[in-house]
């Protein structure tokens, strides 16, 4: 049963702090998804990668945050420094050229 | 500003009642994907709907994309309590955009 794993499932951490969440995709997906979801905001993509290709980040802070897929098999979200208004579940999903994203179990973040 | 607004927000119903999902755009999409997600966890998949006007049934959930590609409706025949969730529509152009959900509660 393919799924999408992020890694790891819950990070506390201090303001300030670097934090790296990382995802594999579903074998033989070549889209990648970041979505952050929040009370108030709901699902906001922050990256969109196809074929490892980051092809839209607008959706998210670039003073802080960056997104990368150094191979098919992982993609990383990483906030440097962290604060804490960037407290949510981060969410990877995978997809084909069909436009569908299945979705990863979510990495709950908690910047205190 | 939500691309893609869902309504009602909230929904609460008995056992075996019927209920409608509608998400709504100004935007032309692609193609129109309907999700379920329980708490805890990860959007899951439900449908894509592709077509113009096409319906789409997945046992008691029938799902509906506009003539326009613009909206779409949810309906769910017999709610059952396993239907409780929160209920995403996302537009794809190029990219997914999701509405801000309906979380559907269904009582015993």
């Known amino acids: 049963d393919a799924r999408v794993t992020q890694t790891p ?3 506390v951490t201090e ?20 979505y952050r979801q929040t009370m108030m905001q709901g699902l906001e993509l922050l990256a969109y990668f196809r074929n490892r290709a980051p092809l839209d980040d607008s959706g998210m802070p670039k ?13 990383t979200l990483k906030i ?33 | ?30 193609s129109l994907q309907w999700y379920r997600q329980e708490p805890g966890e990860g959007p899951v998949l439900l449908v894509t709907v592709v077509t113009g006007g ?14 326009a590609r613009k909206d779409s409706s949810l309906h769910i025949t017999a709610a059952q309590t396993g239907d409780t969730g929160l209920y995403l529509c996302a537009g794809e152009d190029y990219k997914l955009s999701f509405g801000a959900g309906t979380t559907v509660t269904v009582r015993a």
């Not at chain 2, 500003?1 to 755009?25: A, K, R």
């Not at chain 2, 046992?59 to 994309?65: E, G, I, M, N, V």
Request: with cysteine; net charge negative.
């Open chain 1, 15 to 34: 303001m300030g702090q670097e934090v790296t969440m990382r995802c594999q995709p579903i074998l033989g997906h070549n889209t990648v998804f970041w």
């Open chain 1, 80 to 112: 440097q420094p962290s604060e804490p208004r960037d407290s949510a579940v981060y969410f990877c999903a995978s997809g084909s050229l069909q436009g569908d994203a299945y979705f990863g179990p979510g990495t709950r973040l908690t910047v205190t």
């Open chain 1, 63 to 75: 003073d802080r945050f960056s997104a990368e897929m150094p191979d098919a098999t992982l993609a």
């Open chain 1, 9 to 11: 499932r819950h990070k």
């Open chain 2, 54 to 67: 096409e319906v789409k049934k997945l046992k008691r959930l029938t799902f509906q994309f506009g003539d």
């Open chain 2, 1 to 30: 500003t939500q691309l893609l607004e869902q309504s009602p927000q909230f929904l609460s119903i008995q056992e075996g009642e019927n209920l409608t999902v509608y998400c709504n755009s100004s935007s032309v999409f692609s």
